[in-house]
């Protein structure tokens, strides 16, 4: 594989451009791999990149329905922190961080991940209580997030209105200073190179029509639009898509797809520094690199596979975005889209074994699986690969279901991710 | 009068001139003009930068679809956006323009050194560069890329305007008042359907407007368009203009967005400056017509190009001729009308140069009557100029061989690549798009919704036949809504159909490594960025555009889509709709924030609920906090007290005499009926069939997945009537979780539940004089220890209003909450008031109300408990009926983990330094000197100095802390470590002696 | 905000009366549940024909039943017929066993009558008042308050808000009615 | 914003109106005590989430007040039928022959 540098960048100019070679190869299937892993996203593309460079497993292929990362890897609003208050999700969260922080020379391809600042808005006492929950908690388990006045968060965040007369007042806020952002679209295609040159094969615009399991119960493999391909274990990694294909495989799953909205402003010169979260309102924003603000919003109330949503709740997202921004009252919409997201019962992760021998899932992320990237993508190869858990998928299990042990982050703290 | 200008030509008001101001230069134009109309009637081209290479740009066509002229526009403090199009916005007296994203002067821009350096700037190229040193991305290269970023600046100012929403339900939505927009509107209301029509632009007639000579019906188009507008209007069509339709939404329900203000030259009070529509229509016809294609070849961007269409428009509705010298280039008959009308006009046609070998005859016939050259079998392979186009190279192409150049000059060269039909409203419903491959576009396929698409919309080109589909479309929705409709016919002279070819980039003999040919003017995306981005393995058109961006720009790829798609799909070698089509997403075109918001701003943002004694707590000077939907009275400060201050007053107060309390916040329900009983055994944890009637009981609801959910006093009234009382925030909710099982699990028994919240004000009075205050005000009750002890409830008259009296405490003092109907709630406020004056009764707030009952060690659901504390967690294990089979939630307490060990559970925390008062939300450890992560075995859930024990005091849920009282525990802070002592959560009076007086 | 205590003047708007809201005295206002199978026997304790179908109205010597959903009816009276409404539906429970629970303090009801009436309701209504048959009422939403609405006449309206939602119902209202009155 | 056909009000009202109530015919065990841990998993947690018709339920909170349920294809979100709680689930495949 190439690589890719300013200085190959100059040397390709002096020809046009003409010599740069296809960063992934369209591969046809083979009748046989190792692992096939169901769903082109940052998740599975990782997961298969780490397969094959930590674990040697290179007869692997990333199979999906349409073009790889056109789910929800490159329909979300980037955000990435690790500010969670479990401990667990802190260390799952902390591990992608730090996988993040490499990223673009680990891949040798710039994702662009930006450590420019995630502020969480409390607007009340009940916010206070929650987000210094988090704060303290993070401390002792050595993840950034420090608390700000409200002062101190307009410092940080000018276009922020902190008067005391709004209807929802910033009361303060919590602060991760190495979170921030990346380019969504990079990071699948960042992995699917690295993947590709380690030998993975990348299969585009083949639908998983069922997973096949053999007479001891145990995976055999695919059925497909191109018909049957064999696998001695299957991820299935398919976010919205994640309880069809699991019920093909017998596997009924503790999980709701529902429609999450998202839009971007005109793009505007560099006005908004960092990335705010207020989830008393349900407003996300930032500002991309192309200067447009990308605003995200929460999940519309019925369970859907349309990626339509409805206009009530953008109109809700877009009046809290102004009521917490005023001087942003009179930019523009420029377009709105909508993702799948699949929810658990906790909104919480499961990473790891199912009750089906040599089929393994990642799915559960919600609206908060692309910050988690890197470090799902991570554990869930060393749980195929090992067929154990890693120390830190290990808390998310199915299994939690049954004993009750969840990891509830929305219940301890009213916060979406 | 400028060159440009025709006198008395197009449909602007020649009589009244109206002055603006573009980059400080003062300029005039008529009514009726947009921005970019006055300024082309100057002679000034150059109005914006593009994106990446900061080149100089002109407007390339004269509607919303416009990727190039963008301007910031104001009026006055708080009134400046940005990127608005030059090409839409409305001429207004005063207008403020100025250009954007340049650095320096708009035609000296430093920006564009980039321009020069472009070979280094292909598609893509910041993913492969950047990377090292590793340490230079935060502080260099990051910031660099972040600080290039946008066009126009953001406003910095609040908005001043207003927004406005309506609903709107119609028979039939006819979307575009072209030729097929209005026959449609018209047909339906002849067959006496409620219609609305609507268009973006400022007035109704679409293509019309552009083309005068048309006759229809034996009468010249204008004249035609105002009688059929007048018998629209008479027909009781609802007509708007400025009218964009932004998105197609669920069940035929379309986002409408009105501009109402921004033409005007003065704004009249409370005039909103837009407003939202949501209609909802039983059908909708589309008529949103066609998108001229711009052609690709190198130099296709400079300004003075054009789509020859805008130029006809420019012409037409605005008496503005573009240039003095033109050249066409076209592969559609179209272009030519646009040069034969120019030529009458004055502008002199140096020559068209037709990419197809034999255009049609006719048309060669037009042009050699008007003496103007047709260079047929031509390319157009560069222009030169550096800030407008001053001349043009064009080829002869034969057998695909690109012939010798020949350079003409111009002040104007307009192109058109064909047309394409307008279906984004169409693409938000999910209906597919069927590529036709005769005519090379994407046509309307299968219908999701009730819908019909008219004219240009489905490839249909000409008067004649926009017209006709219209009138087809118009009569269809009439009678798919069950009215008699037959479309009328209609006759049309001076028609001007015509076909053409498409192209991807148009045949050049320059070196590819040297041509630029635009598709996506804003984002500087070229033919040649395509091919390279299909070249790395991007192959579905969804990678192209997020690798080149184009079609990301603020046209949404109106220019830039199709031409994008069909050197895409060349390059990949499949057909076009393989390769596929990028999702059109509302909306239409950019759609103002604050006509999202609508009237949810400021005061009215969100509901903000007050108690009946909420102006009397305003009055004497409360601080407030936000509580779910409502405000409560947060403290009540006395001449320059704080909030510790006031908080430690009003406690030492309540504790010492009487505290006045507002609870009206409280959610209240009624249940009633023969089986109130079983229905509240059956919710909550406790045993009710004992309670005696007059007596309450603290109820603990779960939800069934065993975990607390809400809490409160629960009162029996009689046999068969309970007053349940929930938390503030959990009101709706409990309500909601109550219904569900009565409707949904238990049909079968008799009790009905009534939301009561509102019917009640409920003022608690707490402290050992709490009797005293109320004694003389009573009525119908004895209010003495034995007649009312602790935990009862009767039905009475309090200071002259019917109420139902509780006794009970939440404050661990003699308690007692009357609640009367709430139109009397502030009077009785102020008659307890009034009779507590003697025993200086003292107001008290929500923080004072937290801090006695966690003296008492009394838990506040959703603060002490997080959604994962199961009854015995927070030591409410007593409130348990072990006997019942079955509540809400009881199976689940069986579960493994919720019976496994070293579960959190709620304790008292005393620090071992009293000053020292605890921060909500600190964790805790047993061992402070381990290394970082730290094992935390709790948190800190409530955490107060308290006045009455001279302390700090808190609560906190703690891994097996029930085991654990007396053990000391560790919370590091930033500021040091303390160390806290396990103990009861109940700190004050714990054998509840004050509650027997 | 003493809206929420008393009842103001009726304010009209400045163009030419096409708008007048006012909020309405207090009555006697009861949530009635009953099994309909029982609703006949309430009906003829009350002096009225509940009515079956949701959103019709029963009235009889001042006092109205309004079906609200297959169970329920909101009964209304003058405030001096409280007491003989409470002591009739005594009387029939041991025949029909139900809940009436008095809500006359629950709500604050504004009459909006004019022209423009229905116009102003569209800024928050969702529904299609166009199929709201005048002598009918439903329970609907008016922005984020739940309200019942009722079409006394073709320009007649009234809104019953919850009390604390009141006031943003009414800031509505008059946000609508300038910005009608601004002929905009 | 969708169009939901109230089966108690019989008339077809927009969305705001309704709140989802998730999915339809779970129904509550009689005895949940002698349920198993995996049975009671499933009560309460697995949901077959499905991409097309699904059994859901919807309250009309700001109308009638009534539970009710629906059949709605999540691809499209059209329902293609609702029916008052307690009717028998309804046979999807003569509901779909009749779409």
Known sequence: MPRYSAFAVVKNALTGHTRWREQWPDAQPKKEYDVIIVGAGGHGLGAAYYLAKEHGITNVAVIDKGWLGGGNTGRNTTIIRSNYLYDESAKLYDHALDLWDGLSQELNYNVMFSRRGVMMLAHNVHDVQSFQRHVHSNRLNGVDNRWLSAEEAKAFCPPLNISPDARYPVMGAALQMRAGTARHDAVAWGYARAAAARGVDIIQNCPVIAIRRGPDGAVTGVDTAKGFIGAKKVAVSAAGHTSVVMESAGVRMPLESFPLQALVSEPVKPVFPCVVMSNTVHAYISQSDKGELVIGSGTDQYTSYSQRGGLPLIEHTVAAICEIFPIFNRMRMLRKWGGIVDVTPDRSAIIGKTPVKNLFVNCGWGTGGFKATPGAAHTLAHTVATGEPHPINAPFTLDRFRTGRLIDEAAAAAVAH | MSQFRIPGKGRVDHAKTVRFAFDNREYTGLRGDTVASALLAHGVHLMGRSFKYHRPRGPVTADSAEPNALIGTSRGPGRFEPNTRATVQELREGLICESQNRLGALSFDFGAVNDALYPLFPAGFYYKTFMWPRSFWDKLYEPVIRRAAGLGRAPSEVDPDTYASRYLHADLLVVGAGPSGLMAALEAARAGVRVTLVDENAEMGGALLSDPGVEIDGRPAWDWLDATLAELASLGVRLMTRTTAIGYYHQNMIGLCQKLTDHLDEIADNAPRERMWRVRATRVVLAQGALEKPLVFHGNDRPGVMLAGAAQTYLHRYGVKVGTRAVIVTSHDSAYHAAFDLAAAGTRIVAIVETRAAPPETLRAEARVRGIELLAGHTVTGTRGRLRVASVTVNPVQGGRVGEPRMIHCDCLLMSGGWTPSLHLFSHTKGSLQWDAESNTFLPGRMTENCHIAGAGRGLWGFEAALTDGAKAGADAARALGNEAKAAPLSVAHDRPGTGESHRELPTDRRSSRVRAFIDFQNDVTAKDIRLAVREGMRSIEHVKRYTTNGMATDQGKMSNINGLMIAADAVGKAPPEVGLTTFRPPYTPTTFGAFAGYHRGATFEVTRRTPIDPWAEANGAVFEPVSLWRRAWYFPKGGEDMEAAVARECRATRASVGIFDASTLGKIEVAGPDAVEFMNRMYTNPWTKLAPGRCRYGVLLGEDGYIRDDGVIGRLSDELFHVTTTTGGAPRVLNMMEDYLQTEWPDLDVWLTSTTEQWATVALNGPNARKVLEGLVEGVDLSAEAMPHMSVAECRVAGFPARLFRLSFTGELGFEINVPARHGLALWEALMEAGRPHDITPYGTETMHVLRAEKGFIIVGQDTDGTVAPEDAGLGWAIGKKKPDFVGKRSLARPDLVAPGRKQLVGLLTEDGGVKLEEGAQIVLDPDQPLPMKMVGHVTSSYHSATLGRSIAMALIEGGHDMEGRDVYLPMPDGTHRARITSTAFYDPDGSRLKL | MMTDQTHDFPVTSEAGARLRIEELAPEARFSLRVRPTNAPVLGQALGLDLPGRIGQIAEAQGRKALCLGPDEWLICAPEAARDAIVEAARDAYVAASHSLTEISDREISYAISGPAAQELLSIACPRDLDRLAPGEAVRTVFDSAQVVLWRDGPEAFRLDVWRSFAPHVRALLDIGRAEIDAGL | ?99
């Open chain 4, 1 to 99: 914003m969708l169009l939901i056909h109230c089966p108690y009000c019989d008339e077809t009202l927009p969305e705001l109106e309704f709140a989802y109530a998730g999915e339809a015919h779970i129904a509550r065990p009689e005895d949940p005590s002698t349920m198993s841990d995996e049975e009671w998993r499933d009560f309460l947690f697995i949901r077959s989430n499905p991409k097309g018709p699904h059994f859901e339920r919807w309250r009309h909170v700001h109308g009638c007040a009534r539970f009710f349920n629906a059949v709605r294809d999540t691809v499209s979100d059209r329902f293609l039928l609702t029916y008052k709680a307690g009717e028998p689930r309804p046979d999807l495949a003569s509901l779909e022959a009749a779409q």
